[in-house]
């Protein structure tokens, strides 16, 4: 049976194998060539003002609080901003013509490195399982999800849920 599966197969490649083959040659010859020509589109320069600086602006977590979710632990993560309007529209988000969230400025809260959430209020739950690491990235936002770019609209934090369901803060990683 062996025997005649491999004789199949090669009868198979053999008759596929040999075809109404065109040289090279002929195939040069039966190949139409396309000129393509590109017009070049005058290209205008256009200066773009900086976005609005938000120097005084800060973000901090407050308070970190837990409660049992069945096997998993719901925690609930308070910010505290200052000097920065959540839902308020970035003053210059007209003249952007980017992605610009109709709720207007707020957090990305980026939790284990899996998408963003845009935080519009100040406080976000989400449920963790018991004995998990974890790192949060938080920072401020402008409307159009341009981030702040001072030291104080960011913030690390490293921490583990323990067997109990408790929030453990460990050491933040160090900066590159």
């Known amino acids: 049976m062996k025997h005649v599966i491999y004789l199949l197969a090669g009868a198979t490649l053999m008759f596929t194998a040999c075809g109404n083959e065109e040289s090279r040659e002929e195939a040069a010859e039966n190949l139409e060539t396309t000129e393509a020509v590109i017009k070049a589109t005058p290209v205008r320069m256009t200066e773009v003002k900086g976005s609005p600086d938000f120097f005084n602006a800060t973000i901090s977590l407050d308070k970190v609080s837990t409660q049992p979710d069945g096997e998993n632990v719901k925690v609930t993560f308070d910010f505290g901003v200052k000097n920065y309007a959540l839902k308020k529209q970035t003053e210059d988000a007209e003249t952007k013509m980017c992605n610009n969230s109709a709720q207007g400025q707020h957090i990305h809260f980026i939790l284990d490195n899996e998408p963003y959430a845009a935080l519009y209020d100040p406080t976000h739950t989400v449920s963790l399982a018991k004995n998990t690491e974890h790192y949060l990235l938080a920072f401020l936002s402008r409307s159009y999800h341009e981030s702040l770019k001072n030291k104080e609209a960011v913030l690390m934090y490293h921490?583990?849920?323990?067997?109990?369901?408790?929030?453990?803060?460990?050491?933040?990683?160090?900066t590159p």
């Open 159 to 174: 921490f583990k849920i323990d067997e109990n369901g408790k929030v453990v803060k460990m050491d933040d990683p160090g």
